[in-house]
């Protein structure tokens, strides 16, 4: 082989080499850009979406906010039409940068959990829409006087007795019987029942009483006291359940 033969046969494996190393390095670029711009545009989808559940989350509370003050009846009706078109994560993110970018990871975690404040106001509110009309009929019955019935005189006859107290509160009973009781309030409105019972049954006996010619008395001070401190209570948590609810979806915006 002829020198020049030799250094060719040198040279052309390093010019080969060195060709080979550049297209690898082009491609190599190529790749990392076509990577960057998969996490660039799936951060772009995910910042989108978060600024739409921004804006979604403001408006929902400017709605509340107007309102706040309504029965819990109207207000969860604001809220369910509220939340009926809430935004969308749209598709189009490449896989390399939706596992890639942050602000896509942020717009996912937003995804499941946008709903779930609303879902729970509207859960207070459908309950204390339930308890409110629960507690203003047991409160109802609890206003209830003897002395507004027959007045404040000592009574000779039992006939006011039979004729009004005792049927007044049989009414009350027996219509606050037939009112949604919330869940788990039963051991409240058997309170509330026993109350009303309580005058019936001392009444009855009153009133036998007054016809065999024997004096009697009674006083329901303490168990009307005991059912309305009772039904006060549960109208407290229920009101405050019903406040934290609706901070939940306000506060801050």
Do not use: W
Not at 95 to 105: P, T, V
Not at 116 to 138: C, G, H, K, N, T
């Amino acid at each position: 082989m002829s020198a020049r033969g030799r250094r060719l046969a040198v040279f052309l494996p390093v010019v080969v080499t060195v060709l080979l190393a550049g297209v690898i390095g082009a491609l190599v670029i190529v790749q990392d850009q076509r990577q960057t711009d998969q996490v660039a545009r799936a951060e772009r989808i995910g910042n989108d979406y978060l600024i739409e559940v921004e804006a979604f989350r403001s408006e929902i509370a400017r709605e509340v906010n107007g309102v706040r003050e309504a029965d819990p009846g109207r207000l969860r009706r604001v809220v369910i039409k509220a939340i009926e078109d809430p935004p969308e994560l749209p598709p189009g993110a490449p896989a390399y940068g939706r596992e890639r970018s942050k602000a896509y990871a942020q717009a996912l975690a937003a995804q499941r959990t946008v709903l779930r404040p609303y879902q729970r106001l509207s859960r207070e509110l459908r309950r204390a829409d339930i308890a409110l009309d629960f507690i203003s009929a047991a409160r109802g019955v609890l206003r209830m006087r003897v002395t507004e019935l027959i007045g404040t005189a000592t009574v000779t006859s039992s006939a006011p007795i039979r004729s009004r107290v005792i049927p007044a509160f049989v009414k009350a009973r027996d219509t606050f019987a037939r009112v949604r009781v919330p869940a788990g309030q039963d051991a409240l409105a058997a309170q509330v029942r026993d109350a009303a019972q309580y005058v019936i049954d001392q009444a009855t006996t009153l009133a036998d009483r007054i016809d065999g010619s024997q004096g009697y008395s009674f006083s329901y001070a303490t168990p009307f006291q005991s059912a309305a401190d009772a039904v006060d209570d549960y109208a407290t948590v229920v009101k405050g359940d019903v406040a934290e609810a609706i901070n939940a979806v306000t506060e801050d915006r």
